[in-house]
């Protein structure tokens, strides 16, 4: 089956630096997904990418699909305190209803 | 609108006890998604619903039922709880596939003793 691996499963920033965390698929995904859980909260969806070498960016996050849609990273520049949480990549297969979720990565800040 | 609600938020039970979880969505969605989360493993998907009436199995569906009888609704079952079923449990919802946004509730903490 279908199986999303990201890295690190850890990322220790501290206050003001960038970071970048990955995501890779054994499969081609129709389509990539990210959310974002706060600690003690529940999953929120970012953003999705649907096309091969699509870039997407949300102020301080950029988000990008690589070309043969098996892998996707999301960097954040200038890390602030908002920013702890665990990050979630998500993909769906060809003609797949499931979303399958990558293990995250929890991020923490040093300020 | 409430979005996705889940009741209860934190359960204990004793192995081999019952109990069910209901989650509810408010937006009309046709697909609901029941997950569970544990440490360093992502959410894992348990069963699936594509619509009212319909049911499928996830990733990991052994030990649990479910059951789909309103659009709204989405029930998970354990019929006989085991300590591997403390978990913490997500309903999610999604209109279609073609959108594929989900939609999380805020969670089921479940205790098995």
């Known amino acids: 089956g279908q199986q999303v691996m990201q890295i690190p499963q850890y990322q220790h920033v501290q206050e003001g630096e960038d970071f970048t965390t990955y995501c890779n698929s054994s499969?081609?995904?129709?389509?990539i997904q990210w959310y974002k859980q706060r600690p003690g909260g529940h999953p929120v969806f970012l953003i999705q990418l649907v096309k091969s070498g699509e870039v997407k960016k949300q102020k301080r996050l950029t988000f990008q699909f690589g070309e043969a849609k098996k892998n996707s990273s999301l960097h954040i520049t200038a890390t602030q305190t908002t920013d702890v949480g665990t990050y979630f990549c998500a993909g769906h297969g060809s003609n797949d209803y499931k979303l399958s979720f990558g293990a995250g990565t929890t991020v923490t800040v040093r300020a | 609108n409430a979005g996705v609600t889940q009741t209860p938020k934190f359960r204990v039970l004793k192995t081999g006890q019952s109990m069910t979880l209901l989650c509810a969505q408010d937006?009309?969605?046709?697909?609901m998604y029941w997950y569970r989360q544990d440490p360093g493993m992502g959410l894992r998907l348990i069963h699936y619903?594509?619509?009212?009436?319909?049911?499928a199995k996830g990733e990991v569906p052994d030990g649990y039922n479910v059951s789909r009888l309103k659009k709204q609704n989405f029930l998970l079952g354990l019929e006989s709880a085991a300590p591997s079923q403390t978990s913490v449990y997500f309903c999610a919802s999604s209109y279609w596939v073609a959108e594929e946004t989900q939609y999380f509730g805020p969670g089921t903490r479940l205790l098995v003793l």
């Open positions: 619903s594509v619509g009212e009436g319909t049911t």
């Open positions: 937006m009309n969605h046709e697909y």
């Open positions: 499969t081609t995904l129709s389509n």
